[in-house]
């Protein structure tokens, strides 16, 4: 069982930067991809990013390509999601996610196994 804890969401203004986090605690994530998900009230969970197990492979949702970035750090068992030039419409619940069969970077929800319980982020205009 994988427990997974998003940090680092919060209110920005337009234009502006966030760095969320996903700390995993009960197994090692070194061999699960990762993802990043966000919903917004009213709206189907949309994939955002997602990272392979080795980190050699990354995939983007197109409305964050260019000014989001996935990362992480096996070592520390976290994932990272760089969030630059912040839009309203960026305003959501992020959700990481960990997925235990992936060779790639999955866009697909249903592909991943575990969730965390989402960190909030509010963009002004």
């Known amino acids: 069982q994988v427990q997974l804890v998003e940090s680092g969401g919060g209110l920005v203004q337009a234009g502006g930067s966030l760095r969320l986090s996903c700390a995993a605690s009960?197994?090692?994530?070194?061999?699960?991809?990762m993802g990043w998900f966000r919903q917004a009230p009213g709206k189907e969970r949309e994939f955002v990013a997602a990272?392979?197990?080795?980190?050699?492979?990354?995939n983007y949702g197109d409305s964050v390509k260019g000014r989001f970035t996935i990362s992480r750090d096996n070592a520390k068992n976290t994932v990272y999601l760089q969030m630059n030039s912040l839009l309203p419409e960026d305003t959501a619940v992020y959700y990481c996610?960990?997925?235990?069969?992936?060779?790639?970077?999955?866009?697909?929800?249903?592909?991943?196994?575990?969730w965390g319980q989402g960190t909030q982020v509010t963009v002004s205009s």
């Open positions: 996610a960990a997925d235990n069969s992936a060779w790639g970077a999955p866009r697909a929800p249903d592909e991943y196994d575990y």
């Open positions: 009960g197994r090692t994530l070194s061999r699960y991809a």
């Open positions: 990272i392979s197990w080795r980190g050699g492979s990354t």
